[in-house]
């Protein structure tokens, strides 16, 4: 009898802000469990489709070098790498987003929209405390600018948020709905980095999992620990705003529950399993892992995504 892990999901239920429910992502809060076949169902919802924008606000200390990393990730989601650049033969960060498409719709084009940056002069929300999740909705709705875009707050690692960051997720996607008739409705992403908080838990398999097999951890393609954990999770939570925007789209079990990436919990490659996240490309200079290659040649790991044409877990290697 094979055993799987499978993503332990926890939907918060927030009673402020016009956000009735968001979907939580932790993929390395796993646990040995039989699981049932992973159907994601069509609740019949609105998907996101069309020309979209991805506003990115940072939240806290993030260098020049960790806005970049997240920022061309953003770009690489509908702009592939040059034909002539040496990496073009790897998987591109576009290609993987081209299973959202196989959704019904048709799947949204993403572009990097507005980017702002809150540094420590202007960081109010907190008062020096922890965010709560409705300071997370209140910088998402402040930001504007929602109309045709998804808003991404991005908190850094020294950026408390509460209740139970690193111990139920690493972040989450949610929606404004605008009223009565959802005429402003918007969806927004909140990721933190885990680089200081909870790497064991949202940095595998960059980091030791603090659960589970413990195997070396593999290296991170930007050197990063914390931010290409946030990639992981950002990209899942963006595949999951497309398929399942206000909750009522792609995903199996209660509202909000497994969705596209996080059907695929701790997937990357081909052949994975529990403590192993697959057969994935290794750079040569730098020895690390990566699966997806972006613009400026940026190499990324993203997760498995859903296929809802095969009814299973697609990935790129």
């Known amino acids: ?4 892990f499978v993503l332990a999901v926890f939907v918060m239920l927030s009673q402020q802000g016009g956000a009735p ?57 509908s702009s592939p790498p040059p034909r002539h650049h040496p990496t073009t033969t790897a998987p591109s960060v576009a290609s993987w987003w081209r299973t959202t498409s196989l959704y019904r719709g048709g799947g ?35 930001a504007g600018h929602h109309r045709g875009a998804i808003t991404a707050v991005l908190t850094a690692a020294d950026v408390a948020v509460a209740p139970l960051f690193c111990v139920s997720r690493c972040g989450v996607h949610g929606r404004d709905l605008g009223g009565a008739h959802g005429k402003s409705r918007y969806t927004y992403v909140w990721v933190g980095n885990p680089a200081q908080q909870c790497p064991g838990q949202c940095a595998w398999p960059f980091h030791q ?4 097999p413990q195997t070396p951890p593999l290296v991170p393609p930007n050197g990063d620990v914390g931010v290409d954990g946030m990639v992981i999770s950002l990209a899942a939570l963006l595949a999951g705003t497309a398929t399942n925007p206000y909750g009522d789209g792609y995903y199996q079990g209660d509202a909000g529950g497994l969705e596209a990436a996080t059907a695929c919990a701790g997937i990357f490659g081909s052949g994975a399993y529990p403590g192993y996240p697959g057969k994935l490309l290794t750079d040569r200079v730098t020895g690390a892992s990566y699966n997806a290659v972006g613009v400026n040649g940026r190499k990324y790991l993203l997760p498995a995504l859903w296929d809802p044409t095969t009814s299973h877990c697609k990935t790129l290697v």
Do not use: W
């Open 1 to 4: 009898m094979s055993i799987r």
């Open 21 to 77: 429910r968001c979907a939580a992502f932790n993929p390395r809060m796993l646990f040995l469990v039989k699981p049932d076949p992973i159907v994601l169902q069509d609740h019949g919802g609105a998907l996101l489709t069309g020309n979209l924008t991805v506003n990115l606000l940072f939240y806290g200390r993030f260098s020049p070098s960790q806005r970049a990393i997240l920022a061309d990730f953003v770009c690489s989601l």
């Open 108 to 142: 949204a084009r993403l572009a990097l929209g507005r980017v702002t940056t809150l540094d420590d002069e202007h960081m109010s929300l907190g008062h020096g405390g922890p965010l709560s999740m409705s300071n997370v909705t209140a910088l998402a709705r402040a």
């Open 209 to 212: 999992p603090l659960y589970g």
